[in-house]
């Protein structure tokens, strides 16, 4: 199962908007609404944002928002803060019945 | 609250083997999904294996045949047993509380394996 394909950066100013695309296949997710994404601090845990695409956790800031399109998902942080200054990893179920992530996404806040 | 807390992680030769284990508290175990997912030194996430609530077990490639994922819900534990341990299972392993959407929504702090 090869990973899903993210962009390896992407950088925004406070106040921005940015958009973090994760393309997969026919297999993943084009076929499932079960994508997923996760924060990532330096030396730390991830944190679920996003599950079903487009579902927020309690506690989870209303300035992320999560689409599909195809095969190709995307995570949406309005209103950048510094904060949101992290790595981003998406995932998705697979026709396999296993889980396969996304490279991952360093996001810069400027 | 949830918590997961993994054991077992250390320094073990190529081909050795190594038991890690997950304690979990702060929610009703027997009714989630569990998943190992692991992080190789300055790489990315990869998913290595899950358990659902009713046993239904799945496995990466890259670890079949050499790993295996079990759970005891009288111990709200999560185990995963590594066997034929090779360089490249070096990583940071974590445990997982997953939901039916394959969305790990708890995250224990890791475990380290290094294979060397």
């Known amino acids: 199962q090869s990973a899903l394909t993210q962009p390896a950066s992407v950088s925004g100013s406070p106040g921005q908007s940015i958009t973090i695309s994760c393309t997969g296949t026919?297999?993943?997710?084009?076929?499932?609404?079960?994508v997923s994404w996760y924060q990532q601090y330096p030396g730390k845990a991830p944190r679920l944002m996003i599950y079903?695409?487009?579902n927020r956790p309690s506690g989870v800031s209303n300035r992320f928002s999560g689409s599909k399109s195809g095969i190709t998902a995307s995570l949406t942080i309005s209103g950048l803060q510094a904060e949101d200054e992290a790595d981003y990893y998406c995932?998705?179920?697979?026709?396999?019945?296993?889980?396969?992530f996304g490279g991952g996404t360093k996001l810069t806040v400027l | 609250q949830v918590q997961l807390v993994e054991s077992g992680g250390g320094l073990v030769k190529p081909g050795g083997s190594l038991r890690l284990s997950c304690a979990a508290s702060?929610?009703?175990?027997?009714?989630?999904?569990m998943s190992w997912i692991r992080q190789a030194p300055g790489k990315g996430l990869e998913w290595v294996s899950h358990?659902?609530?009713?046993?239904?077990?799945n496995y990466a490639d890259s670890v079949k045949g050499r790993f295996s994922i079990s759970r005891d819900s009288a111990k709200n534990s999560l185990y995963l047993q590594m066997n034929s341990l090779r360089a490249e299972d070096t990583a940071v392993y974590y445990c997982?509380?997953?939901?039916?959407?394959?969305?790990?929504?708890?995250w224990g702090q890791g475990t380290l394996v290094t294979v060397s």
């Open positions: 995932s998705s179920y697979t026709t396999t019945t296993t889980v396969v």
């Open positions: 358990i659902t609530s009713s046993n239904y077990i």
């Open positions: 702060g929610f009703t175990f027997s009714d989630y999904y």
């Open positions: 997982a509380r997953t939901g039916s959407y394959y969305d790990s929504n708890a």
């Open positions: 079903e695409v487009s």
């Open positions: 026919s297999s993943d997710v084009g076929t499932f609404n079960y």
